[in-house]
């Protein structure tokens, strides 16, 4: 398994455990889930993600940083994580 399929697990496990709120919503979460577009990631659901990406990677996410290229889907996620990584 590569690194960023490590990484986009975990956010998926995250994700699943704590910002769903039905297992209908779960269902749909998928790689290239549009996560903000879908209202998945609203807010305060970014906030949290946010706290839990800066905790769990190690770094520290930048408000410039918080859009569609970088949260759009959790492949995005995971490939922003391993680059703020390095």
Known sequence: MSQAS???NKIRTFMLAELFRSEGDAADLTSDTALME???LD???T?????YLETEFDIRV????INQENLGCLAAIARYVQKKGK
């Open 47 to 51: 906030v949290r993600l946010i706290a």
């Open 6 to 8: 490590e990484i986009e």
């Open 38 to 40: 879908t209202g998945i």
């Open 43 to 45: 807010s305060i659901s």
């Open 62 to 65: 930048m408000p410039r940083d």
